[in-house]
């Protein structure tokens, strides 16, 4: 969703037991202080979200509790820093990895209080002993969104499905485990990148590489007024075998 609150968090698991799961979400240019804030709570799992362009930190982690919080499979898009970690001593608390992060300032990472301490990715992974399977882009275009003109902000068009040569696809870890589905529905994994492996991908969406459709006739996408029947002739490709394919017009086939 995508929403002008201006609280604390829109997420927010604050001295609560052991179980809960934040999955398959999109914030987008969230205004709440932090998208996601877990403040010494029992086990959280946060699983293949979007966080795309927050106010401040994507993910505010208080790990002064000595139980682990899992993050695994998410997309972290953000002006500030990705996470905000508080406590001085247990940043290994936090079980972080298969993540796709983009940073404007990449010394600026993860944010750490008391003291306050920034880390770039590499100091991040050697101080936390986390994401040694993530990514980090310099480039936001390189996460292959299918439209982000509106980045920063919300004027423009946002369309956070993933593109066929994204990193994303097929980079995550199993967690079939827990669920199976993505943000829409569709039965995660599926073979993104057609290497024959069916794998996770990061973020809310599973990648599916719908057929190629290209109109022959009538030509140039010309409007057609006819009393008479009209002839459609197309053509359709895939990268796999297509078994059959059929034209849909105003519901009917």
């Not at 990193?167 to 039965?187: C, E, K, M, R, V």
Request: a negative charge; hydrophobic letters at 30%; proline letters at 4%.
């Amino acid at each position: 969703f995508q929403s002008h609150f201006d609280g604390t968090a829109h997420i927010y698991f604050s001295n609560t037991g052991s179980g809960n799961t934040i999955r398959n979400n999109i914030l987008i240019n969230p205004h709440a202080t932090y998208p996601i804030r877990i403040s010494s709570s029992g086990r959280t799992e946060i699983y293949n979200n979007v966080i795309y362009a927050p106010r401040t930190s994507g993910i505010y982690l208080d790990l002064r509790s000595t139980t682990t919080t899992k993050i695994k499979n998410n997309i972290l898009v953000c002006n500030s820093s990705c996470l905000y970690v508080y406590n001085s001593s247990s940043e290994n608390n936090s079980d972080s990895d298969f993540n796709l992060f983009y940073v404007e300032n990449t010394n600026r990472l993860v944010e750490k209080e008391n003291p306050l301490t920034y880390y770039n990715f590499s100091a991040w992974r050697l101080v936390a002993q986390n994401d040694s399977n993530s990514f980090l882009l310099t480039n936001i275009s390189n996460i292959q969104f299918t439209n982000i003109s509106g980045y920063p902000n919300s004027s423009g068009i946002i369309n956070l499905i993933l593109l066929r040569n994204s990193p994303a696809i097929d980079n995550g870890t199993n967690l079939s485990a827990y669920f199976t589905t993505d943000f829409s529905g569709i039965t995660r994994p599926k073979d993104g990148d057609e290497n024959g492996s069916a794998e996770w991908d990061i973020g809310a969406y599973e990648y599916i590489d719908y057929p190629t459709l290209s109109l022959i006739s009538p030509a140039n996408n010309l409007a057609q007024t006819s009393s008479l029947a009209i002839t459609f002739t197309y053509n359709v490709s895939d990268v796999g075998s297509i078994a059959n394919c059929s034209l849909i017009i105003n519901g009917a086939i």
